[in-house]
């Protein structure tokens, strides 16, 4: 479970620009994978749990564009179904993650003294605790549920939000320009969304680009050690774990759900990388 | 990058060198980690490897013969066994082996849990150069107990003083040089072993979890032997040519533990409904790549008389299947499910994750029961929930892989299995007072003519009744590099019979 | 640098009691009878039966309060004794020596492997932002990061075990059986690295400093490895010491598919046989070392950077 600061705060650009194309170009992807995983459940009746044993791992034809599993179930439901519930859980596995960490982030940068010393404090020793260990405990308090898995590992991600969010605002809190504001009377909440938030959004957006991809491949690592697993959900990390052994016999099989994670965290990517060179 | 280049090519060329190169090390990689030293625990990693021994041996068709016992006889009321220890073997410290020694390792054993618990021993004894077994009451399959890897004989040195083995110091063709616990063991030829000296000098063991690692290390050339290959790539290493892929039936069935006890699954023709249901043929060949691996029966052709000949039946009949549980009162609503006043037939099937192919076939029964409008949640939890689930009586379906031949004579595992209160791994909530009263009387019969037809009513009592839904008999599989003559496969696991192989030259 | 240390010494402290209290408390809640799940752990699947879990019971003494259990411990810790597995009756330390040095054996050499990787082409990338080097990093690092490291370690093999004959496909022993699993988990790494090195050296190159020694008529060069390694320096540093720490503990999948005895395999099958001394010790240890590994780059960042030191 490695989480990914990619993001150096310093130098962040305050831009205030509408998409660029690179952005345009991430929602385009990010509407595509939304399209199949929402949008074609509601115009055909594939049933991603559906088994045919003397149909294994078929390839791509007219009948079944995205060809058969190693059960015979079809993969294009089954990758509607999984990019749904893996584009669904990944997203709201960022959100719990990052709503506290930049919150406390925020607040800790913000106030300073004793509350930034608690919360430093705290977030180093959570930070200390063995991450696999905690989503293990997790998902065997509750085995065969995937809240579980993602709120386990959103319990881990959630530090590093913090830490980053907490840099950037001690540093912008003597900054000028909030100063003048300051001066100037503005109220907290001014303050957040004129200079602290536009700052931060870029850095959280990366994180959480990246976090996304983690959730997601973290769940397939579990499920690769078998923890997890419950059939006969589609989700994009149990699927490459299970899709795995046929990986001679049906590479295409397995670089399904592989693609589908790689056009997520791409998508969100450009979206988030509107830092203009 | 160049230097990384470098210094990938330098670190290769090392490596092609030390490892491809025939060291004279037979490289054996399984998927069984060395756990403990104390035989109770993985006494079966140093039996395979032919470092410890027990007093009895067994053969191909699972008779007993001579181990370190020369040999054995039985008292006229069937109550005392005496096993003649071999004269002459020593321990790999030098130490010599006595009958005190043996009894002292079978008393060791008899104390912690594991299979000589099913005999209804009173005392081991020690009369000159015999080990006494007393029995309070007869017990046939003795021998194949006694040739069980948790009643291997080991050194007293090897013992600590809670009586836990913490080093193997055994009898066999091959000592331990180095162990590294969990995952890596090498051995070396004993030479003062008290049988013909190995052909091959040294071994070494690597435990391999992920199927695919141990078939990519097969490729690779990493691996001599490879046992338990994944279906997926059995036929990929098929097709190798530096390979020969062995297969052996072995008395591994798969099945459905149920629980008779439910108000789903009392009646026996609620049990043959789900039965038909299974397409024991697709999974067979879709899922584990033998097509003859499909179960019509519990027990297995390599089981001998406990087989049943005239049988066929593993088809599948949905139509049947709803009829019978039509006539229990089960219907269907619009989307095909059934329901019986009010309540939906729901089940969860429990099954692990040690085994990989359980969780697929779990997966398939699941799409299979749903055709027939039975709804299936299906959970994939640790082996433990199965026998804690049959003690508290919460458990309703469980997917198991039991083997009956942990000893070499089935009656030891159908005791634990079928006995009044079902078994751990066997029956639940049902029990046969004839089968029950079968299973005594092979304990004591000794005209195989007269076993020969009570084992086969028992397998048709079964086969009747259902108290365990047969779905596939498991094949034990090895790939082996053609530099190695002489591999055989043991159908009952004890042994990987390193003694008996060679270098091709 | 004495408070610093002081409070990272504080910090151990609470890291041992919290692992302690925390993993009691979760081992305690974790569903399944703790006797069956040890004799499963034990004796197999084969074997783990009524009996055997009554053994067990009976052996270790599970009936203990969870409080006094907990008190147990945590004496014992003092002593600097962490107990024995319930599952294989070694000593934890013993296990947790054997399987923490493989890990840090495989972790040193991923991180090692992936500086050499990540760093230089990130900084390449850094220096010409929007550049073709850098649009096609971006494209490769997010290529590693959406494929499992269990895809990207059977790749490697095929290509330099089976194709190639160049490594051992798996196993541990000699160095180059560290090789396979370490350049696996490298370019995952690398990627990241890459994109940090990429980002630190675009906000350094944009800064006034850099501009000035550009003025000030330093060559490109000398402005490069000046001004600029320096400060690219403590942010990649300080990001790959924290990677050190995560692949000690979750590199479990990598640990698997090579059958490596490394502690996050350790860990897992600890928990699933509830092996309660095993988890508490593992978990204590991986803390304690995230803490120590904070310290040393608390201590290298100083050393690097001396603005530092004055905060």
Known sequence: MQTATLVTPAAVTVERRLLNSRQRLGVGLLLALALLGFGLPLISDLDPARQNLSQILAAPSLAEPFGTDHLGRSMLARMASAVQLSLGLALLGVVTAAVPGVLLGVLAGWRGGWVDRCLTVLADTLLALPGLLLVLLLVAIAPGSFWALYVGIALVLWIEYFRVVRQTTVRLMVSPQIEASRLLGFGPGYILRRHLWPALAPVVLTLGAFGAATAILAIAALGFVSVGLRPPTAELGLMMTELLPYYHDAPWVLLQPITAVFLLVLALNLLAGGRKP | MIKLRSILIGASMLAAVSVHASDGVLDIVAPWEVGSTDPAKAGYVYTRLQIGETLVEVNDQGKPRPGLAESWTISDDQLSWRFTVRQGVRFHDGSPLTAEVAARALQRALAKPGMLAVAPIEAIGVDGDQVVVRLSSPFAPLPALLAHSSTQILAPASYNEAGEASQVIGTGPYRIERLQMPQKLSATVFNDYWGETPAIAKLSYLAAGRGETRALMAQSGDADIVFTLDPASQARLQRDSRLEVHGVAISRTLSLKINAGHPFLADPKARQALSLALDRRGMAAGLLRTPEAAASQLFPPTMGDWHLQALSGAERDLEQARALLAGLGWKADDKGMLSRNGKPFTLTLTTFADRPELPLLATAIQAQLRELGVALVVNVSNASEIPAGHRDGSLQLALVARNFALVSDPLGTLLQDFGPRGGDWGAMNWHSARLGEILQQLLQETDSQTALGLRQEAARLLHRELPMIPLAWYQQSAAVSSKVAGFSIDPFERSYRVSDMRWVQ | ?311
């Open chain 3, 1 to 311: 640098m004495i408070p610093v240390l002081s409070y990272r010494l504080m910090q151990a402290v609470l890291v041992a009691l919290m692992v302690g209290v925390l993993t009691f408390i979760l081992t305690h809640a974790l569903p399944g009878d703790m006797a069956f799940r040890i004799a499963a752990g034990r004796y197999g699947y084969d074997y783990v039966n009524a009996a055997a879990a009554a053994a067990v019971g009976a052996e270790l003494g599970l009936g203990l309060p969870a409080w006094q259990a907990l008190g147990y411990w945590l004496w014992d810790l003092l002593r600097l004794d962490l107990g024995q597995s319930l599952v294989s009756g070694e000593a934890v330390v013993d296990e947790l020596r054997h399987q923490l040095g493989h890990s840090l054996q495989l972790a040193v050499a991923a991180v090692g492997l992936s500086m050499l990787l990540g760093p230089p082409i990130g900084i390449l990338a850094g220096l010409h932002p929007g550049g073709r080097i850098d649009r096609l990093t971006l494209l490769l690092a997010t290529v590693l990061r959406a494929l499992p490291q269990f895809v990207i370690g059977i790749l490697l093999v095929m290509l330099l075990a089976v194709q190639l004959g160049w490594l051992p496909a798996a196993g541990h022993g000699t160095a180059a059986h560290t090789l396979l699993p370490a350049l696996t988990l490298a370019l995952g790494l690398a990627a990241v690295a890459c994109r940090v090195s990429r980002n630190a050296m675009q906000d350094v190159a944009g800064s006034a400093f850099y501009a000035f020694g550009r003025t000030k008529g330093l060559s490109e060069r000398r402005v490069f490895s000046r001004h600029g390694l320096r400060n690219v320096a403590v942010p990649v540093l300080a990001h790959q010491a924290m990677q050190l720490v995560y692949l000690i503990e979750g590199v479990v999948v990598v640990e698997t598919l090579f059958a490596w005895p490394g502690i996050g395999h350790a860990l897992v099958h600890a928990i699933v046989a509830r092996d309660v001394p095993m988890i508490q010790g593992t978990a204590l240890v991986l803390g304690l070392m995230f803490v120590l590994m904070n310290a040393l780059v608390d201590l290298l960042c100083h050393r690097i950077d001396p603005r530092r030191r004055e905060a």
